[in-house]
């Protein structure tokens, strides 16, 4: 049977995951596959600029692997997993850049492997021997369960007021946070004003016993 060749949008095929509201919102996400990279320091810094080459280096190569057997795709929005060495919580993002951690991400579609995976960092590796982030990449599927997520619109610098709407509503309704700050870069910085920016704020949660 012949493969169906239309180009998944990963965007338009999980709405409700690249959404949501100005105010915050619980929802529900299973476990997801990503390529991911580790790293730490500013994100202005010249390693979070060669960790986001090396994610979408790998991310294009698997795609022109998959579209060679009709399973193309468009490459999905980075994303990032955000904390600090000193920090906990809501706390983390008035923590010294020198201490911020950061997991970036970029979703896979549910059909690619981690043999697919591998396959395509190696001959990255082999094609960009200078960019040294190709070897700590990683295929993780990370499950979040429970969140509570708000759209951030304004630049990077006014994040502290959503989250802290963010952690208010954990609260009010009786959640208690777990996991990694989570972030997805619905606009190009490069091509967008800062205030016009539009980024995902999420963050794992629990209910709490009575």
């Given amino acids: 049977m012949k493969l169906d060749n239309r180009k998944l949008d990963l965007t338009k095929a999980n709405p409700s995951y690249y959404s949501a509201p100005q105010e915050p919102q619980k929802c ?9 990279i580790d790293g730490e320091g500013d994100p202005n810094g010249p390693g979070f600029a060669e960790a986001t080459e090396a994610l979408y280096t790998v991310a294009y190569g ?78 993780e599927r990370l499950y979040e369960g429970d969140c509570v997520q708000m759209l951030h619109v304004g630049p990077f610098s006014a994040e502290p007021e959503t989250i802290r709407q963010i952690f208010e509503y954990i609260e009010a309704q009786r959640l208690t946070p777990k996991g990694r700050h989570h972030e997805i870069y619905l606009s190009d910085p490069r091509r967008t004003p800062p205030h016009k920016m539009r980024t995902i704020l999420r963050h794992p949660v629990t209910q709490q016993e009575n």
């Fill in 62 to 139: 698997i795609k022109g692997m998959c579209k060679q057997e009709e399973q193309d795709f468009t490459v999905a929005k980075l994303e990032g997993l955000w904390w600090a060495r000193s920090h906990s919580g809501q706390d983390s993002m008035y923590a010294s850049r020198e201490d911020w951690m950061w997991k970036l991400l970029i979703r896979m579609p549910d059909y690619v492997s981690g043999e697919r995976f591998e396959e395509a960092r190696m001959l990255a590796v082999n094609k960009k021997p200078h960019l040294a982030p190709l070897r700590f990449l990683s295929f």
């Fill in 28 to 36: 529900y996400f299973d476990e997801i596959p990503y390529l991911t």
